[in-house]
């Protein structure tokens, strides 16, 4: 699986126009390729989706109210995301796959603004994630 690049342009702050489209589908593709068992159950990936949600809504709480230096509370949080991904893939729950999209994303995060872009590209993921995985529990093509 190729890095993901949030950035087409990050000193303009412009994002990739195909972040959320073509991208996120082919990593939701990828996924659903690999996935089995108990590995990349869309409730796993969820539960990855739902904290950088909770994440990105705390950081932007924070940011409203203007509290100094509580970003570098929260970014912690976010780097954490890697260990727990890294501890869901050693229990075969996420494949390792999974693993690097979650390590590649979380490395571009610097500012609160970049957890955003995050979070929103997660969430088309997701989309897309739902739709592969029916697909292949109905056993159509891709």
């Excluded at 890095?3 to 939701?28: G, N």
């Excluded at 509580?70 to 796959?97: C, F, T």
């Amino acid at each position: 699986m190729d890095e993901i690049v949030f950035w087409k342009d990050r000193e303009q702050r412009i994002i990739d126009p195909t972040l959320f489209s073509k991208t996120a589908e082919e990593k939701a593709i990828a996924l659903s390729n690999e996935a089995s068992g108990n590995l990349n159950k869309i409730t796993q990936l969820r539960k990855f989706y739902d904290e950088v949600l909770h994440l990105d809504m705390e950081a932007k709480a924070r940011d409203a109210k203007k509290t100094e230096g509580e970003w570098n509370n929260i970014l912690p949080l976010v780097h954490m995301l890697v260990a727990k991904a890294a501890y869901a893939n050693g229990r075969k729950l996420v494949s390792d796959q999974f693993l690097k999209l979650v390590k590649s994303s979380v490395n571009q995060i610097k500012k609160p603004d970049d957890l955003t872009v995050f979070a929103n590209f997660f969430e088309a993921l997701m989309g897309f994630y739902r739709l592969y995985i029916e697909k292949q529990k109905k056993g159509g093509s891709r």
